[in-house]
């Protein structure tokens, strides 16, 4: 069973920094690529950024400047550093890892801005 776990969530005023973290276990497949996603209450899922396993990102226009995402040294992990933080930033952030068509999501962890 594959498992994705979250870390990094928190509250933070606005213009400042968190970094969240992701870690992928219970799997011997090296992924095609991690991102992340994020829901605010009320709202659909929305997509914030991804990393293909040859290190190529991709970034939302709302997040784009101030968001990057990283992939750590050990095998499957993700970061997002995020900075320069806003009030509609705030939400519950979704690691997702993709393996061809499969795709797998964590149990999320809660950004909180405060203006």
């Known amino acids: 069973q594959v498992q994705l776990v979250e870390s990094g969530g928190g509250l933070v005023q606005a213009g400042g920094s968190l970094r969240l973290s992701c870690a992928a276990s219970?799997?011997?497949?090296?992924?095609?690529?991690m991102g992340w996603y994020r829901q605010a209450p009320g709202k659909q899922r929305e997509w914030v950024a991804r990393i293909t396993s040859a290190g190529n990102t991709d970034y939302a226009d709302s997040v784009k400047g101030r968001f990057t995402i990283s992939r750590g040294d050990a095998k499957n992990t993700v970061y997002l550093q995020m900075n320069s933080l806003k009030p509609e930033d705030a939400a519950v952030y979704y690691c997702?890892?993709?393996?061809?068509?499969?795709?797998?999501w964590g149990k999320g962890t809660l950004v909180t801005v405060s203006s």
């Open positions: 219970g799997s011997f497949f090296t992924f095609n690529a």
């Open positions: 997702n890892a993709q393996l061809y068509s499969i795709d797998y």
